[in-house]
């Protein structure tokens, strides 16, 4: 079997703890013949106190040479004081503009065990699967000018550009369109076109490729602002929204609060597929940042880099049985009561973030 190159960028607080569980799955795979080969790299605030940079050249060079790149989390107090081009989120937005990841795709599960788990009722998360694709390497992440000015008479003046082309728009709702083919056949676009230039280019834009190539899907077009009040009242209404870059971030955190815990959210950024290959370039990150109030102390859920981990089998290496069979693990786990502390409550059993590696591995040697 042709082997499988993965870029580990475990990163800063919980990153490396939640990346150690994920190590123990890969050396799983290994031994049923999977073919991983590992390498691994410094990102974000690691990566500053080695090279002064967020990341290396070095590391970017290996993270453009490999099949998949594994990421886990960035940032910190520590790093407050540090010059804003090296801050350790640069090198994350670095891979993604780089590697020209476009296209995150943040799905929020409710598992069964865990619809009592949210702050919301019951009723209104169990069973719950929508997925966010949210546009990843443009819009005002990216645009210029995006600086702070002197104005010279005591004020400054902090610019952000929001700038999207047509075939941003046309590329992620490309991508929306494909997936929820794959789903229930219904795509929510959402932006400001009631305030923003970029809101009503995206809304154009939507509904063009939609009328173009993707007619047999249902299409809905909500404000962004709306659509997060939506999320929190009844988001079994959605099947896949499409959204921009800072909506999409702000979003699928709330999202994440609907599964029970930020923790337990995964990602796959990815990027356009090769013409000739058809490979394409991807790196997995959990949503969850650092977590610097509960870094160091064992107790950080896995299971978002365990599921973004599920995520990077089934797109980078078409490994759909081990994908469904990691998924399988994460559910009958937490079926078992297995509860690290953000999702810990009463009558369940206690995990720590090893503690909770191993019973997935466990489940999924089976
Ligand atoms: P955060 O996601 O790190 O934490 C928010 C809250 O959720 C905290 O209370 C934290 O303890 C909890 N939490 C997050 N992940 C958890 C997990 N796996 N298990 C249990 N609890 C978890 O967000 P923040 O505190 O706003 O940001 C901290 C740092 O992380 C900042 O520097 C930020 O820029 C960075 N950040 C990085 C990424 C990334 O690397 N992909 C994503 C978001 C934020
Ligand atoms: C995320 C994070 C990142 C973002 C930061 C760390 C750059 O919040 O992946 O959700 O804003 O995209
Ligand atoms: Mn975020």
């Known amino acids: 079997m042709a082997v499988k190159k993965l870029l580990l960028l475990p990163g800063d607080g919980i990153g490396p703890e939640a990346m150690a569980e994920v190590k123990k799955l890969i050396a799983v795979m290994n031994t049923q013949g999977a073919g991983f080969e590992t390498e691994e790299g410094l990102v974000g605030g690691c990566a500053y106190d080695a090279h002064g940079q967020a990341i290396s050249e070095a590391d970017m060079e290996k993270a453009l040479a490999a099949d998949a790149v594994l990421f886990g989390a960035v940032g910190g107090p520590k790093w407050d004081p540090v010059p804003y081009e090296v801050r350790p989120e640069a090198g994350l937005l670095r891979l993604r503009k780089d590697l020209e990841l476009f296209a995150n795709l943040r799905p929020a599960i409710c598992y069964p065990a865990l619809a009592s788990s949210s702050s919301l009722r019951q009723e209104v998360v169990e069973g719950l699967d929508i997925l966010i694709v949210r546009e990843l390497t443009g819009g005002v992440y990216f645009g210029e000018p995006k600086q702070i000015i002197d104005l010279g008479n005591g004020q400054k003046r902090g610019i952000d550009t929001q700038v999207y082309d047509t075939f941003e728009i046309e590329r992620i709702s490309g991508v929306a369109f494909e997936l929820a083919r794959t789903r229930n056949n219904h795509v929510t676009s959402m932006e400001k076109r009631n305030v923003m230039k970029s809101g009503v280019l995206w809304h154009e834009v939507v509904s063009a490729t939609h009328k173009a190539k993707y007619s047999d899907v249902k299409l809905d077009h909500m404000l962004a602002d ?19 870059n800072l909506f999409g971030d702000m979003l699928s955190d709330v999202a994440a609060m609907l599964t029970g815990s930020l923790g337990m959210l995964p990602s796959a950024s990815l990027g356009a597929p090769d013409p000739k290959t058809g490979k394409r370039r991807a790196l997995y990150e959990p949503v969850h940042g650092s977590a610097p109030d509960i870094a160091g102390k064992g107790i950080a859920n896995p299971l978002a880099m365990i599921a973004s981990f599920a995520m990077c089998l089934r797109y980078s290496f078409n490994m759909i049985e081990e994908a469904d069979r990691l998924e399988k693990a994460i559910s009958a786990v937490l079926d078992e009561g297995y509860r690290t502390s953000d999702i810990m409550s009463e009558g369940m059993k206690q995990a720590s973030t090893s503690e909770m590696g191993d019973a997935i591995v466990a489940k999924y040697r089976g």
């Open 226 to 244: 709306a659509g997060g009040m939506q999320l929190v009242r009844w988001p079994k209404q959605f099947d896949v929204i499409v959204t921009d």
